[in-house]
């Protein structure tokens, strides 16, 4: 089959490089697939008949990795342009996997359709030659693609249990990809899932990041748990399933998490609200009390265990520790206000310092959101919400006052030459006067100027500018508040 891609230079390059030195070359795997699903590939993998060493002699600025004996080759001709990195890695033959993750052994094959037979899914099993426009797909790829199914090479209970990072890999593209899993895979899915023991935290947290960054992290969770996956991704998101809540939620705590994931999915909110929204109420459970009194189930405090056990378990995967900050602190906040009495300006102030500074708040404000969406209420941001964060931006509002001017007390000094005294508190009102009237006059050359003639007006004259600029600063401050609520529909 005939087909005809555009492919970068310096990609189509090396191929043809190759394919002069009469060596075989196709590029292979993902850029593939994403070709054939009209994207753009993230990277590009080629596959070849020749040795790394045979790599290496035809190419300039090139790294070599022993383990699979991939070449990388640094494309470094295109002036101003980030390096990029093409990856050359010979057909490779398909070995025993006794620890469940690496291959005994690399072993290079001279055929392609070998070199297929070892990689993990259909879809990422297809070849094509960019010289030739050919495409070589011996496992149905493409057909699988067109239905938008993850389907494993050959057997797919021996394949994942080769490898058992191939079960997160195919979670994982299903989310990515919003494809389908064959039931065949799935089911092998299921039956090895204890495979994901002998895979390294990192690569499990990896491939968690990118579940989380795809459009559909909620039914991507839902299926690990499912399939008896989750408990080795995070053994505590599991706790939350069946657990009834009180009667302001329609959904049990672990599907209240993976919605209002969702719901920072689907805003595209960062990495952070996403991993906070999985985790914010992860200690119901184990802080859930009957109250006789409210005929109705509580759990207090399960912010602050909440915050405990998140922090245990993001150590566990391995987060680097800024990372970990953020979140334990989004987790233990995330039931600021309450008690919507207690809303003053301190109190937001507080909040603020508590989760770590203005931008922790916005996330604080988005993790609300999710929180609130992810209990199946239709209204993402009642008036009680629009308040708190029309206080939050009043609290980081810049306050009109002398001291975005330009100049300072001193450098009127300067310039007059004169001696600390009232005179230059009134300059510096008179001159903030004349700024809230023209914000253009901020200049340091115009307010050195005008400091100095205003400085040899009498004390008397002077006095009157000031308390008129004064005045007029708060009033300007007023009306920013003023604005800051309109916005928020809060007035
Ligand atoms: P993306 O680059 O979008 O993550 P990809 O499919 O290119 O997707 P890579 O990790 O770059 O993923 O792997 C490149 C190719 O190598 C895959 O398409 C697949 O053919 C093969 N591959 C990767 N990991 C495995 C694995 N664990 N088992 C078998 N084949 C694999
Ligand atoms: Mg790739």
Not at 101 to 119: I, Q, T
Not at 131 to 147: A, F, L, M, N, W
Not at 191 to 207: F, H, T
Not at 347 to 375: P, Y
Request: hydrophobic share 35%; with cysteine; proline share 4%.
């Amino acid at each position: 089959m005939k087909k005809k891609f555009a492919v970068p230079e310096p990609v189509s390059r090396i191929t043809k490089t190759l394919e002069n030195a009469h060596f075989e070359a196709y590029l292979v795997g993902g850029c593939v697939r994403d070709l054939l699903r009209g994207c753009t590939p993230k990277d590009w993998d080629i596959t070849t008949n020749a040795k790394p060493d045979e790599i290496l002699g035809l190419f300039e600025n090139t790294y070599y990795n022993n383990d699979f004996g991939t070449v990388g080759i640094v494309n470094d001709d295109e002036e101003g342009k980030p390096h990029h990195v093409v990856e050359v890695t010979p057909y490779r033959l398909e070995t025993t996997y006794s620890d469940g993750r690496h291959p005994d052994e690399v072993v290079f094959s001279d055929k392609l359709e070998e070199d297929l037979a070892r990689r993990d899914f259909t879809i990422n099993a297809i070849a094509y030659s960019v010289s030739k426009g050919q495409i070589i797909d011996p496992y149905k790829g493409q057909e699988d693609i067109t239905r938008k199914i993850i389907r494993a090479v050959g057997n797919p209970l021996e394949r994942l249990r080769e490898d058992g990072l191939r079960i997160l890999r195919a979670i994982r593209l299903s989310s990515e990809l919003e494809f389908a899993i064959d039931t065949d895979t799935e089911k092998a899915i299921a039956d090895s899932s204890e495979m994901l023991k002998k895979i390294s935290k990192e690569r499990i947290r990896d491939e968690l990041i990118r579940i989380l960054m795809s459009t559909q992290p909620m039914q991507a969770i839902a299926r690990a748990q499912i399939l008896g996956v989750l408990n080795y991704i995070s053994p505590n998101l599991e706790r939350g399933v069946g657990v009834e809540q009180n009667q302001a939620h329609s959904f049990d705590v672990f599907e209240h998490l993976l919605r209002a994931t969702q719901h920072a999915a689907d805003k595209e909110w960062s990495f952070e609200i996403r991993l906070a929204a999985l985790f914010h109420d992860i200690s119901k459970p184990e802080t859930r009390r009957w109250s006789d009194e409210k005929k109705d189930w509580t759990f207090h405090g399960h912010e602050v265990v909440g915050a405990r056990v998140t922090k245990r378990a993001l150590e566990e995967l391995k987060f680097p520790k800024k990372t970990i900050e953020k979140v334990v602190k989004l987790v233990r906040w995330h039931m600021f206000f309450s008690d919507p009495d207690q809303i003053t300006l301190s109190a937001v102030r507080r909040m603020i310092r508590n989760v770590g500074g203005e931008t922790n708040m916005w996330d604080l404000l988005n993790l609300r959101i999710c929180d609130r969406v992810g209990t199946g209420r239709p209204k993402e941001q009642p008036f009680r919400f629009r308040k708190y964060k029309s206080m939050v931006e009043e609290v980081l509002r810049d306050p009109i006052s002398v001291a975005m001017l330009k100049i300072t007390g001193s450098k009127i000094m300067e310039v007059s030459g004169e001696t600390p005294g009232p005179k230059i508190g009134y300059t510096l009102h008179a001159l903030l006067e004349e700024v809230l009237d023209d914000p253009k006059k901020n200049t340091k050359k115009y307010l050195e100027n005008k400091a100095k003639k205003l400085m040899e007006s009498p004390i008397e004259d002077l006095k009157k500018l000031g308390e008129k600029g004064k005045e007029k600063g708060t009033l300007a401050d007023e009306k920013n508040v003023e604005k800051i609520r309109e916005k928020h529909w809060v007035k």
